[in-house]
């Protein structure tokens, strides 16, 4: 058995440390774009470690791979980094060797921050795997440019079977973004019950459609609602008592956590009044794969 593949072997049964010792061990013994590479993906996405990841795939790409994994994980990477322009020419690299949907997901996230609106559009098309995120990012761009038909069009084509991939509220908030309120309601209502955790980047925006299509009542109901939630669980912080692993810090910042989040609905609140939609919390999504050579189903 060789090198590379004992340390696959230890990747599959054995804790971090154990399969790291593997894989430096067949980069040592060869540093090949297989044993490079492969091990470069473990510090990326076992270790956290982008930084050694990054010197690991520069030496690959100096070796002219005929493979897109290090081209992929590298363009991958300078988008978590922000690296727009790194990030497009890496990924389009890695898209002439093989076309795979993450890379396409993420050259068109370099793409929006690159201004380049048309292409990005288009390539969040080419990596949807159904309504997903990027089939959600491609419709979110359709909103910026001011193809609100087209993207409505696009929403509508959204069922509860997709809700595994995008959210009820997710999609909810799309139709706040175009300013069709009934529609964007009707999803809110969908997991209201579900959710039990009320964020309010969504829970405001839910309210402020309620307040375009003058329903006044569940409005005040929401908000009614929300704010005895909030005031319970700062009464049961209260009384929690302190032990080995809730700290009088811990306590005292939940609470603070809690008193933000209620000052927040007050002021979208007043906001709201003044006819102001709260923004839209989104970032565009990064897509992740295996590029393990020997491992995975991409090769």
Request: charged share 30%.
């Amino acid at each position: 058995m060789s090198s590379d593949q004992k340390a696959l072997e230890a990747f599959k049964i054995e804790e971090y440390k154990v399969y790291l010792k593997e894989f430096k061990k067949a980069a040592m013994t060869a540093r090949t774009v297989q044993s490079l590479t492969n091990l470069a993906w473990i510090y990326s996405y076992q270790g956290e470690d982008d930084r050694t990841a990054m010197s690991l795939l520069e030496e690959v790409i100096a070796m002219n791979p005929d493979s897109h994994f290090p081209y992929s994980l590298l363009g991958e990477i300078y988008v978590r980094k922000k690296e727009w322009k790194p990030a497009q020419d890496t990924l389009l690299q890695a898209l002439a060797i093989h076309p795979t949907k993450a890379a396409y997901n993420n050259l068109a996230v370099a793409q929006v921050q690159l201004g380049n609106l048309k292409e990005a559009a288009n390539n969040f098309l080419l990596a949807e795997e159904g309504f997903d995120w990027s089939m959600y990012g491609h419709i979110k761009i359709l909103i910026d440019v001011g193809n609100l038909e087209e993207a409505e069009s696009k929403m509508d084509l959204y069922s509860e079977k997709d809700h595994d991939l995008v959210g009820f509220v997710d999609l909810a908030d799309l139709y706040v973004e175009i300013g069709s309120y009934a529609k964007a309601i009707a999803w809110f209502e969908k997991d209201w019950d579900n959710l039990i955790v009320k964020d309010p980047t969504w829970v405001n925006r839910y309210i402020y459609a309620l307040y375009k299509t003058n329903n006044l009542s569940c409005m005040q109901e929401i908000i009614e609602e929300v704010s005895t939630q909030l005031d319970l669980e700062m009464k049961e912080a209260w009384k929690e008592e302190i032990h080995e692993e809730w700290s009088e810090l811990e306590k005292n910042e939940y609470i603070q956590a809690l008193r933000k989040e209620k000052e927040e609905y007050e002021q979208a609140f007043l906001s709201i009044l003044d006819d102001k939609c709260p923004a839209l919390a989104f970032d565009y999504p990064i897509k992740g794969a295996c590029y393990l050579f020997g491992y995975s189903s991409q090769e």
